[in-house]
């Protein structure tokens, strides 16, 4: 980092499997500026990760900042990565194994950069600026292709002794269950992300499917507005499952809130209040102190990988 200054300004580059985004952000959380730019799997990674450096300086270069005067530059991947070397270590969406990208933006940007888990970067931001404000310990889940997570303890990113905290995607909820992506069996994620839900209808209700083009999780829920009573309690089913898994994590954490993100929260009838109310209201717990959780859906949008990108320092 270079020296603060009255103002700084601190760049965040969240790299997704489809799209990157790079921003600008002052330390309020404010984003200067920002531009998305189109993920390039087919190019090898040292190229891609090139032309995202370059895309960077052009916006800084909009904007009448040079690369030296950025207080800080943060990177999100969605993935495993290690904070302390720039390790990519596992991260399958962009086929990334073993990969030191930090070494790569450092080469190209000529500053130091700090690489961690996209989902872990959003918790940041939504403690910082958005639904997690004013708490110290939170959960944050990602439901959407799959499930992601971040944990927030004292205000801090919560990385675990192996790297790998917050993977409630990947906690087991059914002995013996639908075989998961990690190779795993009965994940969380075969049952309530996008993917899952997805798959899952298809096979209790392939007569329902027969286009195509009907195949995606958004023609489910489109089934179910159109009133469609059994598509409904499938969908019940799949947030009592989701219900179930936090749950756990929070017997587990004890955090004083959970915020819900991902593509699947625009569902807000159907999905994120009645996830609220199972957790809370009627859920799983029978302690009186857990009726204190909050459950809250997040504020920051798509942004929030790359705002906690931005201002990783300030949670790590």
Known sequence: MVK????????????????????????????????????????????????????????????????????????????TADINTGMVSYCPNLFW???????????????????????????????????????????????????????????????????????IGHTPIIKNGRKCVCGNFGCLETYASGTGITDLALEKFPEKFIKLEDRRCE??????????SEILHFIEECVDHLAFGIANAVSLLSPEAVIISGGLCVHEELFVKPLQDRIVQKGYYSWTHLNKLKVYKAELGSDAPMIGAALLYKGI
């Open 4 to 79: 603060k200054m009255a103002e700084n300004y601190n760049v965040g580059i969240d790299i997704g499997g489809t799209k990157v985004n790079i921003g600008i952000v002052k330390e309020n959380g404010e984003i200067l500026d920002n531009i998305i730019i189109a993920t390039n799997k087919e190019k090898e990674p040292e190229d891609f990760i090139a032309d995202i450096c370059k895309k960077t300086k052009e916006l800084l270069y909009k904007n009448n900042l040079s690369i030296k005067k950025i207080y800080f530059i943060g990177v999100g991947v969605p993935g």
């Open 97 to 167: 194994y073993d990969l030191p990208i930090g070494n790569m933006f450092e080469k190209n940007l000529q500053r130091n950069v700090k690489v961690m888990q996209d989902s872990r970067n959003a918790a940041l931001a939504e403690n910082l600026f958005g639904a997690g404000r004013g708490f110290d310990n939170i959960l944050c889940v990602a439901i959407g292709t799959g499930i992601g997570g971040g944990i927030i303890i004292n205000r801090k990113i919560f990385n675990g002794g192996m790297n790998t905290a917050g993977e």
């Open 219 to 228: 023609y489910v829920f489109e089934l179910a507005y159109a009133g469609d």
